[in-house]
């Protein structure tokens, strides 16, 4: 199964733009900091994902604030055929608060 969740929050976002068929698609990096346990020993995480979001999403993306949590949910693909290089496919996201 390819699904990912990450709390983020949108750290820059280019211009809304469209496929030669005419989806919408928009390209953001995401932006995570979280402390995690690993091996019992606390961790601290920081981290910047490239995320893409097309069709529907893409408007709900572009008209998202800056800089604000929210829970993003999707999955991982290569950022091309020829690429080792990963993006996170954005299938929906929502408002973050802690006690979710």
């Not at 606390?42 to 995320?51: F, T």
């Not at 999707?74 to 929502?94: C, P, T, W």
Request: net charge positive; aromatic share 8%; no cysteine.
């Amino acid at each position: 199964m390819n699904q990912l969740q990450l709390v983020a929050v949108i750290a820059e976002r280019d211009a809304l733009r469209y496929t030669p068929a005419g989806i919408p698609i928009v390209s953001a990096t995401l932006s995570h900091r979280s402390e995690q346990i690993e091996a019992g020993i606390k961790r601290q995480i920081e981290l910047e994902v490239a995320a893409i979001a097309a069709g529907e999403i893409s408007g709900r993306v572009n008209r998202a604030e800056l800089g604000v949590a929210y829970r993003f949910t999707g999955f991982l693909a290569r950022k091309n055929r020829n690429s080792k290089g990963l993006v996170f496919h954005i299938a929906d996201f929502e408002v973050y608060t802690p006690d979710q």
